[in-house]
């Protein structure tokens, strides 16, 4: 995952003990070019920062990231969760909305339409899959802040493509 830095870490940390080579595969991030009203921050705090008041806000950035929404200027801060579960939300402001993939832009808008979103906050994953919402939102006119994933430090090849992973398991 690319926002997974520790497990990364911990992959290259045990492969450099075995003594084994080490690839990463992160897959390429969404080009923000030519998208109008989307805004490139690098973490949730900077995201969170540009919440203006009353805003609803649909986010997609993880249980784990609320801890950076404490100061929430928003009205609503809508956090998907594709896992059920009945932990509480820890703030008054988090509502929690649960949705199983896969998503389509159609299915997305229509969220979003339910909901009376304003604005979109969610990370740069790639790919795909997770790509419907950053459409979806787009289409709709609304504000979009998309966070970069965190940079890799780690000195270890890293290829976006399974080709390139192949070629370079071939050429051990």
Not at 75 to 87: E, N
Not at 126 to 140: H, I, N, Q
Not at 147 to 172: F, H, N, Q, R, Y
Request: glycine share 6%.
């Amino acid at each position: 995952h690319g926002f997974d830095a520790a497990t990364t870490g911990h992959a290259q940390a045990a492969t450099d003990a075995l003594g084994l080579p080490y690839l990463r595969i992160a897959r390429a991030i969404w080009s923000a070019d030519g998208l109008a009203n989307v805004r490139c921050v690098t973490d949730v705090a900077q995201a969170n920062a540009r919440v203006p008041r009353n805003a609803r806000v649909f986010c997609a950035t993880g249980w784990d990231s609320l801890a950076d929404y404490a100061g929430f200027a928003g009205d609503v801060l809508m956090l998907r969760q594709t896992r059920r579960h009945s932990r509480p939300a820890p703030y008054p402001f988090v509502e929690l909305v649960f949705s199983d993939p896969p998503f389509t832009v159609e299915s997305e808008q229509a969220l979003f339409q339910s909901l009376r979103v304003d604005m979109l906050i969610c990370r740069n994953l790639g790919g795909t899959a997770s790509r419907p919402k950053l459409d979806a939102a787009c289409a709709l006119g609304l504000e979009v802040v998309l966070i970069d994933p965190p940079v890799c430090t780690l000195k270890a090849p890293t290829v976006s493509e399974i080709e390139k992973a192949m070629d370079w398991v071939d050429g051990l």
